[in-house]
């Protein structure tokens, strides 16, 4: 059975740093993703890792501050969120694919979810 369970959301000032996790279980996926959707809108992608943790992709409004990274030996993949804004407020949540796909910002793509957890940023 798979499953995807995210921790290390919370409230942080504007500026501050936030690392997530998410521990992957029943297999090992070619792709983990981090997702988020803020209230009201649609939920977008974030940032994505291979296995070997190589290789990664990240949206324009996080790159340079967000960093994904995967521990393979625990299947485990983590996003590290630095010089958060209030922007980045919103309900994270770690995808899974079964493979590395051209459509990798798509949630069509990750058939498996965590629950998410909450990141708020204030000003």
């Known amino acids: 059975q798979v499953q995807l369970v995210e921790s290390g959301g919370g409230l942080v000032q504007a500026g501050g740093s936030l690392r997530l996790s998410c521990a992957a279980s029943g297999r090992t996926f070619p792709s983990l993703a981090w997702f988020r959707q803020a209230p009201g809108k649609e939920r977008e992608f974030v940032a994505r890792?291979?296995?070997?943790?190589?290789?990664?992709d990240y949206s324009g409004s996080v790159k340079g501050r967000f960093t994904i990274s995967r521990d393979y030996a625990t299947n485990t993949v983590y996003l590290q969120m630095n010089s958060l804004k209030p922007g980045d407020t919103a309900v994270y949540y770690c995808a899974a694919a079964s493979s590395w796909s051209i459509t990798y910002s798509q949630t069509r793509t990750y058939p498996y979810w965590g629950q998410g957890t909450q990141v708020t940023v204030s000003s």
């Open positions: 890792v291979s296995s070997s943790g190589r290789n990664t």
